[in-house]
Every structure is written in C-alpha cells, then in structure tokens.
C-alpha cells in the first residue's frame, strides 16, 4: 500500500506491554483516532512489525520478560523494513541513563509512567507528523534522484549521438570502413580493462567511470581526417613526403575542432579532454619518434597510448585499397616487436596476454 494511501486511513499503532490490564488501557485510549495492534512482549512485537502492513508508529514497554524493550528496539532497528518505523518507550524508569540508553538505540521520545493520555497523544500525534514529513521528503528525494537519472541518460544519448555523427561524418571522406570504429573502440576498452588494476595506470584507469568515458571518445580519433583534402586521403598509391606531413595535421585539426567546442561551451569535461588526449596523441611514439608533437615515454596521455595500440593492430590486420591485410598473428608479432620504441612496455605486456580478445573482436566485427 502506497503512503498516500495510508494517509486517509487510521494511523497504525503497535503498543507493546507484557501487562495485559495495560494493553486494554491503551487500546481503549487510542482506538478512536489509530488502529491499534498490540503484543505482549518484544519478541511478539518484532515479528508483528516485520510482517503485514507496517506500523506507523510502537510504543514500546521496557521491562518484559523473554526480550526486554531495548533488545526490541534493537532488532527494529537493524531491520530494513522496520528500521524508520518510530519507537517511543514507555517505562517506569526514569534515569537520565535509561533513557539515554533508548536515544542511543533509536528511539525517538521516552514517556514515563503512569501515562498522562493528553501527554501521550500529543507525542504520538507530534511524531507522526514528523513522520509523514520525513515519508514525504523520501518520496521527493526519489523522484529527483529518477529525473537526475534520466537527464543523465539523456546527456549520456546526446554524447553518444554526437560521437556517432562526428564519426560518421569522418567515415564518408576515408577509405577506412565504420568496423575500423567500433574495432579499436572495442580493443582500447579490453586494453584499459585489463590495465586497470596496474599501480602505473592507476590515477587514470582508476574506476569503470572513467574506462568508459576513454572508450567512448576513442571513435573520434581520426576525426581530423575530415580536414585532409580527398585527393591526399582517398589516394591509393604511397604518399609523398609532402603529403604524408599534410596527413600528419589531422592530429592538430582533431584537436583543434574540439578544443573549439570546449571553449564554445565553457567548460572543460572529462569526456572532451579524453577525446582532445587520443585526437591528438595516438600517433606519438614511447621513444619520441611520432608526430604531431614528438612526445616520449609517460609525457604521452594514458589515452592515446592506448589508442596508438588499439589503431596499429587494427590497420595492420585490415585490408585496403593499397595493401592487403596481415594475419593476427602477424599483427601481433609486429606490435610486440615495438615494446619500448613505439608503445608503452607496461602496456604491451598487458596486450600480450589479450590477443586472444583482439582476435575475438576482430572477427566478430569483421570487414564485409
């Protein structure tokens, strides 16, 4: 039964006292305004509350035979489906100990006996108020926390969308094929796994997070192509020295157009910065022999280390219109001869014990 439901039904109260003369006294005081449900001692009163409609408030007896209130109270508590239920005590001790020790576990008031039935309505009536204000405040807490999840959804779809249309948009001027997206998104994301538990890599690849913001950037590596004119990116004979240094800009107009975008919008977002990381550095080289920068060793983004892997397999293992495709296992030997010259040591020892991932996903997202 939902909370407002409840709300135009009685208040369900559950008095808990071993003294059965008690129990009537109590029932006779409150029927009129609360459905009262009674037990007579704590072991009762916790499988009451723990089964059926939950009640809205206890009043809960101290001193009882088998479990006494405070062991009571206990148990509630530790309950999830009993534990915001209010527990008053009512009890004829009235040390300051006492009922420091029932605050302690839980309760929210202490009335002493004998009971003053004014005194005891207001309390009850004060804590289901307060009650109903904190029920209210939950529900308000999960509707935002739904609609905080669906504009996150939302800003997730629009990332997505974007990424694909920038891609997309890079797919019509290159030979390369749309496979040779979802195929290097889909090794730096197996790469990145397999690294994330590695103390060198840790500030980054610290939390799924993360991984997925990179693998979702990883599509606009080459979105600088776009930039390149068609007669240097469409050629199919060996590029001139001329043209090869025209390609090489690709890294610098990728970078550039989404640098733009993040001085457009003001801010800087983690998801942009992975993506201005692999635009621009995943053709640096571990030793300082790539381009555009010349970059060596750990100056090179985590980023586009993974990218220079995930984007070297993949063209060495494709065919295009000037070269045939190589066997994984040649491809492999090729990116495993390039420890420590062309890509990171830590990062090849991982890859070595994932080509059997790469080849996976190289067949399943194979070139038609």
Same mark, same amino acid.
């Given at each position: 039964?939902?909370?407002?439901?409840?709300l135009?039904?009685?208040?369900?109260?559950?008095?808990?006292?071993?003294?059965?003369?008690?129990?009537?006294?109590?029932?006779?005081?409150?029927?009129?305004?609360?459905?009262?449900?009674?037990a007579?001692?704590?072991?009762?009163?916790v499988?009451?509350?723990?089964?059926?409609?939950?009640?809205?408030?206890?009043?809960? !007896?101290?001193?009882?035979?088998?479990?006494?209130?405070?062991?009571?109270?206990?148990?509630?508590?530790?309950?999830?489906?009993?534990? !915001?239920?209010?527990?008053?005590?009512?009890?004829?001790?009235?040390?300051?100990?006492d009922?420091?020790?029932?605050?302690?576990?839980?309760?929210?008031?202490?009335?002493?006996?004998?009971?003053?039935?004014?005194i005891?309505?207001?309390?009850?009536?004060?804590?289901?108020?307060?009650?109903?204000?904190?029920?209210? @405040?939950?529900?308000?807490?999960?509707?935002?926390?739904?609609?905080?999840?669906?504009?996150?959804?939302?800003?997730?779809?629009?990332?997505?969308?974007?990424v694909l249309?920038?891609? *997309?948009?890079?797919?019509?001027?290159?030979?390369?094929?749309?496979?040779?997206?979802? =195929?290097?998104?889909?090794?730096?994301?197996?790469l990145?796994?397999?690294?994330?538990d590695?103390?060198?890599?840790?500030?980054?690849?610290?939390?799924?997070? *993360?991984?997925?913001?990179?693998?979702?950037?990883a599509?606009?590596?080459?979105?600088?192509?776009?930039?390149?004119? !068609?007669?240097?990116?469409?050629?199919?004979?060996?590029?001139?020295?001329?043209?090869?240094?025209?390609?090489?800009?690709?890294?610098?107009?990728?970078?550039?157009?989404?640098?733009?975008?993040?001085?457009? @919008?003001?801010?800087?977002?983690?998801?942009?910065?992975?993506?201005?990381?692999?635009?621009?550095?995943h053709?640096?080289?571990?030793?300082?022999?790539?381009?555009?920068?010349? @970059?060596?060793?750990?100056?090179?983004?985590?980023?586009?280390?993974?990218?220079?892997?995930?984007?070297?397999? !993949?063209?060495?293992?494709?065919? =295009?219109?000037?070269?045939?495709?190589?066997?994984?296992?040649?491809?492999?030997?090729?990116? @495993?001869?390039?420890?420590g010259?062309?890509?990171?040591?830590?990062?090849?020892?991982?890859?070595?014990?994932?080509?059997?991932?790469?080849?996976?996903?190289?067949?399943?997202?194979?070139?038609?």
């Amino acid at each position: 039964m939902n909370r407002d439901a409840r709300l135009v039904e009685k208040p369900t109260v559950l008095v808990v006292d071993d003294t059965p003369d008690n129990l009537v006294l109590m029932t006779d005081l409150l029927k009129d305004k609360y459905t009262v449900k009674i037990a007579n001692n704590g072991e009762r009163a916790v499988r009451i509350a723990s089964t059926g409609t939950v009640p809205d408030i206890i009043l809960l !007896d101290v001193m009882m035979p088998v479990m006494d209130g405070y062991e009571a109270c206990r148990q509630l508590k530790s309950k999830p489906e009993t534990k !915001d239920i209010p527990v008053i005590f009512l009890t004829a001790k009235s040390e300051i100990a006492d009922e420091i020790k029932g605050f302690e576990l839980g309760a929210v008031d202490y009335i002493t006996k004998p009971i003053s039935p004014p005194i005891l309505k207001a309390r009850l009536q004060t804590h289901l108020e307060l009650k109903n204000f904190r029920d209210f @405040l939950k529900d308000k807490n999960a509707l935002l926390e739904k609609e905080v999840q669906e504009r996150t959804r939302d800003v997730v779809a629009i990332q997505e969308a974007t990424v694909l249309a920038l891609t *997309s948009l890079a797919e019509t001027r290159d030979n390369e094929t749309g496979n040779h997206i979802i =195929r290097t998104q889909r090794y730096v994301e197996v790469l990145a796994r397999a690294l994330k538990d590695h103390p060198k890599f840790n500030n980054v690849l610290n939390d799924d997070q *993360s991984i997925s913001l990179i693998v979702k950037s990883a599509p606009l590596h080459d979105i600088g192509k776009v930039g390149i004119p !068609d007669n240097i990116l469409l050629k199919k004979d060996r590029l001139t020295e001329a043209e090869f240094n025209l390609m090489k800009t690709h890294t610098i107009l990728g970078r550039n157009a989404i640098l733009s975008a993040e001085e457009r @919008l003001g801010v800087t977002m983690p998801f942009l910065n992975f993506a201005r990381e692999i635009t621009y550095c995943h053709h640096e080289r571990w030793d300082g022999t790539g381009y555009p920068n010349g @970059l060596a060793g750990e100056d090179i983004p985590v980023s586009g280390r993974l990218m220079a892997i995930a984007d070297v397999y !993949d063209a060495l293992i494709s065919r =295009r219109v000037y070269k045939e495709g190589l066997s994984h296992e040649k491809a492999v030997e090729i990116i @495993l001869e390039g420890n420590g010259s062309h890509f990171d040591p830590d990062m090849i020892n991982a890859f070595a014990g994932i080509t059997s991932e790469f080849l996976q996903i190289s067949t399943e997202v194979a070139d038609t």
